[in-house]
């Protein structure tokens, strides 16, 4: 393969990789309970986290359990339960 014929197909996987991503959001339900919607709305993960953050490299650190008050403040979450 020549140059150009690579740096155009790189190009291209780029541009599609950049199509597909999405930006998710946090949103809070009736019942309080946090979940992600992309950017139409569409419900991406279930609403079932105590607290839910903003993605930041692909991953958003959850609470399960956690006291929302103090979680919010970055003080600990007596006792729930964090991931990603």
Sequence with gaps: MNTKTII???LLLLGTMALQ???LKYFRDNFGK???K???G?????PKYD???T???????????GDE???????????GKRGF
């Design 8 to 10: 155009t197909t790189c």
């Design 55 to 65: 993605f930041m490299n692909g991953v958003a650190p959850i609470n399960i359990g």
């Design 38 to 40: 992309d950017q139409s």
């Design 21 to 23: 991503a999405q930006e």
């Design 69 to 79: 008050s103090l979680i919010r403040v970055g003080i600990d979450s007596r006792g």
């Design 51 to 53: 607290m839910a953050f």
């Design 34 to 36: 946090y979940g992600y």
């Design 42 to 46: 569409k419900i991406i993960v279930e």
